[in-house]
């Protein structure tokens, strides 16, 4: 019973309190808990998890909710999920704990993007793991524990020598492989330490990935935490600024950011991407590798990290140049009050200046404002320069320039294409231009085509006495040249009047 009664007055992480504050909240407990968990866990799913889906507008999203809405109708009724998409949708954006989160893109549209909550996420990655694996490895994962901490170990050791005498060790293991090799031994890794190695690397990058959403989302609260503090704070404006300043700084700096800007910097390193491509190519060509199906694909994993560190990166920059117009406008709103309070001044100043006391003590100032002339701000002396003309003359030169063929340039009459035109319109209302160009072949190419084009759409807007049909194209053979040319179809038609 003391136990019991520990447990059910604990109010730090993991006692009853705090447990059941949580599953009134947090959003990861309350979509297990929701009525349509399986429809939702399985829209965000296909959606998001699966295409690697960072940010997707309402618009679109609504439509891939309705898709799935309409197969679950044909094989359940109507009534199971009797709301629209945009109802759930909505649903899921809205509320104390919702499951997607709705925010204006940075530029172009002003529709809304969805993107899922970290929280969420990771509760789908939960009910993703209660699948059965085919097995779980626990070699590679133990080989991957001890590398990571003889890598601490080694790595803060501060004592050159010993430091020293471990490479040595490492230099004596590797020659010794080495030699190995050379003498026709060779370990290779059989078939079930093979797959077991490729599902740790499938399992570590789809959480890694699904990471950068909590990544994003902590340089968020960073931000808000930053903008409270400039609402609320009474502080002098030098302290004020020296405090923003170093809390964007702390958005960059912090372990968060400067993990991230490791990992970003490592992966765009146009030679680290080669080498992982080249190391993905390789693994996925293995006999062991080709028959397993998965999920996730190691092949787009190169691709799929940089759109999720890239998303992270501009969010990074976009909360950094927020602050930046955000600080801009509190300084032009305390700029409004300063002017405000002197147009005040002033009124009332004009108010009282010929309603003054006979003897009332008064002062006068040269200026407004201090003449400030600071040696810094002074240009420095440069030496005057006189330019010196240089006074040519001109004279008559010869070129061996062919002047014909400034006249052999081609030129379109239009007079004349407009009489072909009257001329075959005379036994018949209307005429194609493939047919046009039939009876009067065109005589300067491409240019004459493009100039009946021309004329047709003049005419379409003028008398509506041509038609240009997008949806029919037409071909027109040129003779002189034997090319073919392919167009929209254009009708030309006898004017109402003619």
């Not at 939960?126 to 590679?140: A, D, N």
């Not at 010794?176 to 090799?181: A, S, V, Y």
């Not at 968020?220 to 009474?234: E, F, G, V």
């Not at 970003?264 to 199906?293: G, H, S």
Request: aromatic share 6%; glycine share 4%; with cysteine.
């Amino acid at each position: 019973m003391p136990n019991a009664a520990i447990i059910m007055v604990n109010d730090s992480n993991m006692g009853y309190a705090w447990l059941a504050q949580l599953k009134k909240t947090h959003p990861a407990l309350k979509l297990l808990a929701a009525q349509h968990a399986p429809l939702i866990i399985a829209f965000l799913y296909q959606v998001f998890i699966v295409p690697n889906q960072r940010a997707m507008s309402l618009s679109k999203a609504v439509q891939a909710l309705d898709e799935l809405l309409h197969a679950l109708h044909e094989g359940h009724g109507e009534t199971l999920f009797p709301k629209s998409a945009k109802q759930y949708i909505d649903d899921w954006c809205g509320g104390d704990s919702p499951f997607l989160s709705m925010r204006l893109p940075e530029y172009g549209s002003d529709e809304p993007e969805l993107d899922l909550l970290p929280s969420v996420e990771k509760a789908i990655e939960w009910v993703r793991s209660l699948e059965e694996k085919q097995f779980v490895g626990t070699e590679s994962r133990l080989l991957t524990i001890f590398r990571l901490l003889q890598e601490l170990v080694q790595q803060t050791e501060e004592d050159p020598e010993l430091r020293i005498a471990e490479l040595e060790r490492q230099k004596v293991v590797l020659d010794e492989q080495i030699q190995q090799i050379r003498n026709g031994r060779i370990d290779a890794l059989d078939s079930t330490r093979i797959r077991e190695r490729y599902f740790e690397i499938e399992d570590t990058a789809r959480r890694l990935l699904s990471d950068f959403r909590q990544v994003e989302e902590n340089f968020r609260k960073l931000d808000r935490k930053t903008r409270a503090k400039i609402a609320t704070s009474d502080a002098v404006r030098g302290l004020l600024l020296d405090d923003i300043f170093h809390d964007q700084d702390a958005i960059r700096d912090n372990d968060q950011g400067k993990s991230f800007r490791a990992f970003w910097e490592y992966l765009m390193n146009p030679e680290r991407q080669d080498e992982l491509d080249a190391v993905i190519r390789k693994v996925l060509a293995l006999d062991d590798i080709t028959d397993i199906e998965s999920s996730t694909s190691l092949a787009d994993m190169r691709v799929n990290l940089l759109d999720a560190g890239d998303k992270v990166y501009r969010t990074q920059s976009q909360l950094s140049a927020q602050l930046r117009k955000f600080l801009d406008d509190h300084t032009y709103l305390e700029n409004k009050r300063i002017a405000a309070m002197i147009g005040d001044i002033e009124k009332h100043a004009v108010e009282l200046r010929d309603h003054l006391p006979m003897h009332t003590p008064t002062a006068y100032l040269n200026a407004v404002k201090v003449d400030i002339d600071l040696t810094m701000s002074r240009p420095l002396f440069r030496v005057s320069q006189t330019p010196h003309l240089e006074v040519d003359i001109l004279e008559l030169g010869a070129t061996n320039m062919d002047m014909s063929l400034l006249h052999a340039q081609h030129y379109v009459d239009k007079l004349l294409l407009r009489d072909h035109i009257r001329s075959a319109l005379q036994h018949r209302s209307q005429i194609t231009l493939a047919e046009l160009c039939e009876l009067f072949p065109p005589e300067q190419g491409v240019a004459e085509i493009m100039t009946y084009l021309h004329m047709a759409c003049d005419d379409a807007s003028e008398n509506n006495s041509a038609v240009i049909d997008n949806e029919q194209q037409e071909s027109i053979v040129l003779i002189e040249t034997g090319r073919m040319v392919k167009m929209p179809q254009v009708i030309f038609m006898r004017e109402k009047n003619g």
